[in-house]
């Protein structure tokens, strides 16, 4: 005998309450927050990934009150996220302020890409449409992978960055803009996407309109860093203080290289020479950069053994 209509009704029901359940706690809290406009702004100039975010966010005119603005990161970009910081716009031009605003990881599930959510605290609530501006820096380390691995003294150091041409976002985001600037005009390769522009050490990507919330668009850029990767592998710190209140601290700091590894003969000399031209010439002299590199490699060839 099938069962009746009140048997099969009541799991029915229960099995769309628990869906409905999973599927709203997945979803942002303020899904009435839309970004009107973003612009990325990524540092490569130095050993470790600064990137910068403008945000201009609106609240939809039918939604409740907006307590959070969301921030996605992927699950590598959490692994090396080293610190985030937000503040909040107040005001307009000269009398335009800066609130700071704390920044904490989500309890929301993750996005359908795996990305881990981080949570801006607004302080005062975004009321139904009205906007503000989020200025966002987080800095990330041990992003930029040295390819070739090993280099010559002679040799460029070359590095690996990927990231996406879009801003990953739980939400909508009308328009937005990439800027990823490099420390000299040594650019390898970079991927090309529809529209992409290069303007000396710079390269932008966009203007992009209308991407859905979730938006990647992966890209690798390959380009000359030859600043010192220093990694602080152990840090011991000793604090004495005498019978007389006087104070001695002492720190011993175990430092590597976290770049691409060295190969082959090393020349105090030499690197004694490139250390005097890059003082005179200066590091953004492309020309004089490529003399002491011939001058170095010239060097290092008639020596035949380090010294």
Known sequence: MPPSLPALTTPVLLLFFLLSS????????EDGIRVVSAEKRIDLTGPIVKVFLTLKVENALAASDA?????????TEVEHLAIVKATRAEGKRKKKTYLPLSV????????????RLYSVLLGTPLKPAEATTLEVLYVLTHSLEPFPAEISQSESQLVYYRDSAVLLSPYHVLEQVTYIKMPSNRIESFT???????????VKYGTYNNQVPNSYLPILVHYENNRPFAIVEELVRKVEISHWGNIQITEQYKLKHGGARHKGVFSRLSARILHLLFSLFGSKNIPAIQQMRLLNFQLTKAMGSGD
């Open 67 to 75: 307590s959070q603005v969301l921030l996605a990161f992927t699950p």
């Open 192 to 202: 090309r996407m529809d529209p992409t522009n290069r303007a000396g050490t710079e």
């Open 22 to 29: 999973v599927s709203a706690s997945s979803l942002p809290l």
């Open 104 to 115: 904490e990881a989500s309890d929301l599930a993750a996005t359908p890409n795996g990305a």
